[in-house]
């Protein structure tokens, strides 16, 4: 059986990485797809593979990704190295762009989609402490109409306006519902 390519979507600072962080620490067999973006490698935040749009070019027209789109100025790409781990049964988690779900549905037979939400002033108050957007731009894009997912797909809808570790919880019994029955069936063993 093949691997579940889970596409982690969301507004910006809603915490994706986190929660991707914490599932991969909770779930050592779970692979997480390392991004190739046009983007100064010392940027921060994820790791990810920094390459020029020329490379980046290159790399696409070599067949060296399995996906890729163009969000704020810059080219993302998921490596078509993915497949293989699919095929091996392992499940791939992939920070992606909402606009390009329909066309990851076409690339993974089997994607579901963990979508990250948090209350707007939780995503204020995180946007700012980034240091990133001054107040007048974190509420010009926060006032933005949020994009619409794809009706077609399976969705998780997780909440990350608490603790971490509660969204973590969260997102790992929605994707593993049978291990989550596991540790809270009680002790069915004969007593004697």
Request: glycine letters at 8%.
């Amino acid at each position: 059986m093949t691997g579940r390519f889970i596409a982690v979507v969301g507004p910006s600072g809603v915490g994706k990485d986190s929660v991707m962080e914490g599932l991969c620490a909770k779930r050592p067999d779970l692979v997480r797809a390392r991004r190739t973006i046009t983007r100064d490698p010392d940027a921060g935040c994820e790791a990810f593979d920094g390459v020029s749009r020329a490379a980046f070019a290159q790399r696409a027209a070599a067949g060296a990704f399995a996906l890729q789109w163009q969000a704020h100025g810059l080219c993302y790409g998921i490596p078509a190295t993915v497949h293989a781990v699919l095929r091996d049964g392992r499940d791939v988690l992939a920070n992606l762009s909402r606009g390009v779900l329909v066309e990851a549905s076409d690339v993974f037979d089997r994607l579901l989609v963990l979508h990250v939400t948090a209350q707007r002033n939780v995503l204020a108050s995180r946007l700012l402490a980034r240091g990133r957007e001054t107040e007048t731009e974190v509420a010009r894009r926060l006032a933005r109409p949020a994009l619409s997912l794809p009706e077609t797909l399976k969705v998780i809808d997780i909440d990350n306006s608490g603790s971490l570790q509660d969204a973590v919880s969260q997102a790992d019994t929605a994707l593993y519902p049978l291990d989550a029955c596991a540790r809270m069936a009680p002790d069915l063993r004969t007593r004697t």
